[in-house]
């Protein structure tokens, strides 16, 4: 029954991981962003935790183990669900997936410190900063304390009306915490590299919800669409800092497009699908745990003795 209910997991898992892309394409950008990076957790998290669930029976019954548990080595290896081959890959795969996703996190950690401390002495207003630098710039930094950073070649370069877009876009990264999505899918994509167009579609979600918000804000799609358009050419070969957010380096051309075209409609059925997929691979592998728990429950009882035939002759 573990091994059952951990592959039914796995197949609901990896179906919403492959299936998550396209059908984000069909929802608001801000559904979409939140359902990716819940479906990114869910896959690297949840996959992780269930290859360590499935080969932690043939662990413990290796005699290391044996002596700090209450089971029965014996027991244990009379009922084992995986062989020892595959209990030891299961484990060396958990093991290499949560290396890669924590050396990432200690990259991106240093590099948000990094830019915090750049934007330590620069002068703000509120949480809008303006660099005096010829060459056009505008991205957000990350959490905390994060700011929206423009140069003054880009400020002198844009009307004051596509100027408020570039500022809004930016502001919807701070106010929505967009840079947490991304570090969250990100993480994910390294422990699963499965999971690489989901972070990538999570970077472009949260462009895409910013340039509904910036439209949003100046109440016109057109100026939005322009004011994006301007930007990207205008700060074209730039190089935002690492670990801050640029609005104006991902997918432009359809970005531009999208917001010429009618605002987003909610649509159920996309949201409902990957959902389901979600919620069944989460009540397989909760399943796949209490199996897990019944084996080592099961070591815990006496093994039975047989009776000597001999003795049932007399």
Same mark, same amino acid.
């Given at each position: 029954m573990m091994i059952s209910a951990a592959l039914v997991a796995a197949v609901a898992w990896l179906l919403s991981a492959g299936c998550a892309p396209a059908l984000a !394409?069909? +929802?608001p950008p801000a559904?979409?962003? !939140? +359902?990716l990076t819940a479906t990114a957790a869910a896959v690297a998290g949840g996959g992780t935790a269930l290859a360590l669930l499935v080969a932690l029976p043939w662990f413990a019954q290796l005699p290391a183990l044996v002596t700090v548990g209450p089971w029965s080595g014996t027991a244990l290896?009379?009922?084992l669900p995986v062989p020892g081959p595959i209990a030891v890959a299961l484990a060396? /795969? $958990?093991?290499? $997936? /949560?290396? !890669?996703a924590a050396a990432l996190a200690t990259r991106r950690v240093r590099a948000m410190i990094a830019v915090r401390r750049a934007c330590a002495g620069l002068p703000r207003t509120d949480r809008l900063t303006v660099l005096a630098a010829e060459r056009p710039e505008a991205f957000s930094t990350p959490p905390p304390a994060g700011r929206v950073i423009l140069s003054s070649g880009l400020v002198?370069?844009?009307?004051?009306a596509e100027l408020r877009v570039v500022v809004a876009h930016e502001e919807s990264h701070l106010r929505h915490g967009h840079a947490w999505y991304v570090i969250a899918a990100e +993480?994910? $994509? $390294?422990?699963n590299p499965l999971l690489r167009p989901i972070a990538r579609s999570v970077r472009d979600g949260v462009e895409r919800w910013a340039d509904e918000d910036a439209a949003g804000t100046v109440a016109d799609r057109r100026l939005a669409a322009r004011a994006l358009a301007r930007t990207a050419l205008l700060t074209a070969g730039s190089a935002a800092p690492a670990a801050t957010l640029a609005g104006a380096d991902r997918g432009v051309p359809g970005r531009v497009a999208?917001?010429?075209g009618a605002a987003p409609r909610r649509r159920l059925l996309p949201a409902l699908t990957l959902s389901a997929l979600l919620l069944t691979g989460t009540a397989a592998a909760g399943l796949a745990e !209490?199996? /897990?728990?019944?084996?080592?429950?099961?070591a815990h009882r006496p093994v039975a003795t047989t009776t000597d035939p001999s003795k049932e002759n007399r």
């Open positions: !394409r069909r +929802l559904t979409a962003t !939140r +359902l290896r009379a009922g060396v /795969a $958990a093991l290499a $997936a /949560a290396t !890669r002198d370069r844009l009307a004051p +993480l994910a $994509a $390294a422990a999208a917001l010429l !209490r199996c /897990a728990d019944a084996v080592l429950d099961h």
